[in-house]
């Protein structure tokens, strides 16, 4: 990925934005190391229309929708079996999405070990987006049930002194 790329989809003049500049800045560096990051296409397409007409999508892919249905651009996520909205910005005067973000960290002791399960402080929403974090990785939505605001992880997946991070998206 350019930075002409990571450009046109976070735009610099948004890097107030918490969002848009963690983005920015995780992408300038992949994209300065050479890393062999591979494996998530970046799609830059004008509506929702077209962005739904993508083929042979991968976890991860990315699309800057440039109009979405309020005419503002948009940037999703692919996200196991659709797209999810990964950063709103909003048109000066207001508008957006209704919806607030939340990240949560857990340090994993011997309680949510024994029960294999966090509680998040807020009910994520199925409408957003639900990343789960282990010890940096992202863990598979096979790994892990939500029930309400709890996350329950499948047959001894976290240990005592796993690190969790959890990123989603909630109704105020």
Request: aromatic residues 12%.
């Amino acid at each position: 990925m350019t930075n002409e790329e990571i450009d046109a989809i976070f735009p610099p003049e948004l890097g107030g934005n918490a969002q848009i500049s963690d983005l920015r800045l995780i992408l300038t560096y992949l994209a300065a190391s050479g890393s062999a990051f591979g494996g998530i296409n970046f799609y830059d397409v004008n509506s929702i229309p077209d962005r739904d007409q993508l083929q042979d999508l991968s976890q991860g892919d990315i699309c800057l929708v440039r109009h979405n249905q309020l005419n503002e651009p948009e940037t999703f996520i692919w996200d196991e079996d659709q797209w999810k909205v990964m950063v709103l910005i909003p048109a000066g005067g207001g508008g957006g999405t209704t919806y607030n973000k939340a990240t949560e960290e857990f340090q994993i002791g011997p309680t949510e070990e024994a029960y294999q399960e966090i509680i998040l402080s807020q009910t994520p929403t199925l409408y957003e987006h639900l990343f789960v974090f282990l010890n940096g990785l992202l863990v598979s939505k096979d790994d892990f049930n939500l029930v309400g605001n709890t996350i329950e992880f499948i047959a001894d997946y976290i240990a005592d002194g796993d690190f969790v991070i959890v990123k989603y998206g909630y109704v105020p």
